[in-house]
């Protein structure tokens, strides 16, 4: 059987370890690579069966990679981007908090090499989006849409990536666009809710590894839909289904809903 040689980036993260764990017990791949942040004390590691050393530069770490799995930070995901397009070394991106120019540089290099790019690769969650799609389709007029995430303590951007996916396929569904009708969060005095905006409201504390509910609040009657993270193992695992997705891609930009064949 041919292995997929994958490297991790953000290597020591809590991602990073999960993944690197899911690597070596997957039985058609082999960890083949490692990158840390230059200066820190993850860098010369080892890791995994194969004893794999965590680089900070990336020549080095991914010189025998064929895919990288990349939970790091939009900044250190840029800089990977532009290495494994050059090289064309395939990439599964699970980092969020991108603006629209990191989106747009994602989506060009996907002209160079094939890209899997999903704020969150649990089948649960995914599973989830298609339930909100048909929900909100269903509860158009009279509903009120709020969307509610809580994480651990550490978590540096919000909302969650899942909780704003949430979102745009809510106003998708619609016929909304979620720039204009999303309300992030309320203080003093706000007015009655005007019932065409999306709210969010984020909750950071403990090791909450990752909750969403979105709520449909209408007259008498309410629907909250949720889903609930009990282990990174969910994300560590629909990450290396994307690296199988991806294996007979040369080019192209694909999200879990591709790689889950949930696509209509
Ligand atoms: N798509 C999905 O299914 C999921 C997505 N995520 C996302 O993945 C990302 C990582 O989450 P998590 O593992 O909890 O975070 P951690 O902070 O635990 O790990 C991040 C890793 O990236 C490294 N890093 C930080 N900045 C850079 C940089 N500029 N360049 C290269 N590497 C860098 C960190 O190094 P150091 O520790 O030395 O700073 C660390 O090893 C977040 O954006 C999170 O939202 C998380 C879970 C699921
Ligand atoms: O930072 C996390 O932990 C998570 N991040 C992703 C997000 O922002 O949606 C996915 C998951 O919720 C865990």
Do not use: W
């Amino acid at each position: 059987m041919t292995h997929m040689k994958i490297a991790v980036a953000g290597a020591d993260g809590r991602m990073g370890r999960m993944l690197v764990d899911a690597v070596d017990a997957a039985p058609d791949a082999v960890l083949a690579g490692a990158l840390g942040l230059a200066g820190t004390p993850a860098i010369g590691q080892l890791l995994g069966q194969s004893g794999v050393k965590i680089e900070a530069e990336l020549a080095a770490g991914l010189a025998g990679a064929d895919y990288l799995i990349d939970f790091t930070r939009p900044e250190g995901t840029l800089r990977h981007l532009e290495y494994c397009a050059a090289h064309g070394i395939k990439l599964i991106i699970g980092t969020t908090g991108f603006d629209d120019a990191g989106k747009a540089a994602i989506a060009a290099a996907a002209e160079k090499t094939a890209i899997m790019f999903a704020p969150n690769m649990s089948v649960g969650v995914n599973v989830t989006l298609k339930l909100l799609e048909l929900a909100a389709k269903s509860l158009s007029e009279g509903y009120d849409i709020e969307i509610i995430e809580a994480h651990h303590r550490h978590k540096v951007d919000a909302p969650s990536g899942t909780a704003l996916k949430m979102g745009e396929v809510i106003a998708d569904a619609l016929g909304r666009d979620l720039k204009e009708c999303a309300v992030y969060g309320r203080e003093g005095v706000t007015g009655e809710r005007d019932p065409s905006t999306i709210g969010f409201a984020t909750i950071r504390g403990g090791d909450i590894i990752g909750d969403h509910t979105v709520l449909f609040a209408g007259t008498g009657e309410r629907i909250e839909i949720s889903h609930k993270s009990s282990s990174r193992a969910s994300y560590a695992n629909g990450a290396l289904r994307a690296c199988r997705f991806l294996a007979d891609k040369a080019t192209g930009l694909y999200d879990m809903q591709d790689v889950l064949s949930l696509k209509d």
